[in-house]
């Protein structure tokens, strides 16, 4: 399962250790799902940390707004991330957009006969409109943009906890908010009365815990 090589469930423990040591990669075919969560885990793990292969560029997950940046993998395993713009089908092909410019934005690609299974991995195309996710597979060009057809569904994974190096918009505004609101909380107010400092009387206020 991990480097895209088989994975039956001797090798685990080993496929385990070189996905958290960043020297490899999940692939986007799983012989057995079973082990997908531990894998995927031990992914993230090592991304978090940039480790092995996640400190170089060439194989570091892609934001999925940098379509010219995504196509210099062409014909490569790549791991691209970002929110989708929107989903449209055409023919027996949906598509998970990525930005308003079709022709030039990156694209996953789904088969729509495998729309069934996607949506019972909790992962519905119909429901995944301005969420952020993961898309995993062989990166190819067609009408100008970058695409990833994605034909099972251990290639997409809704983003998260999974992807500490690249946090979405809203996280970061949330961690931005807490921070401020920390700063303010530690910051004097002039209106409000300061208690005596240690020196200023005999014994510390409030069983002297500062």
Known sequence: AAGGGPGPVPR????????????ARVAGRVDDESCLP?????????????????SDPVYAAVPAERPAEILKRRGGFAVVVGQIDSVRESGGTIYLN????????????IPKRIERTLAAA???????????????????QRGGGPRIEVSRAEQ???????SAETPSRQDRMRQDRA????????????????????????RPQDGGTR
């Open 12 to 23: 685990a423990p080993l496929q385990l250790a070189l996905l958290a040591q960043g020297h």
């Open 38 to 54: 531990a894998l995927r885990v031990a992914e993230r793990t090592a991304r978090a940390a940039n480790l092995g292969l996640w």
């Open 98 to 109: 990525f930005g308003r410019r079709w022709a030039e934005a990156f694209a996953a690609t």
């Open 122 to 140: 909790g992962l519905d195309p119909g429901r995944l409109a301005g969420r952020r996710i993961e898309v995993r597979g062989v990166v190819e």
């Open 156 to 162: 997409l994974a809704l983003d998260g906890a999974g």
């Open 179 to 202: 921070q401020q609101s920390r700063t303010e909380q530690g910051r004097p107010r002039a209106d409000r009365p300061q208690p005596p400092r240690a020196e200023d009387e005999d």
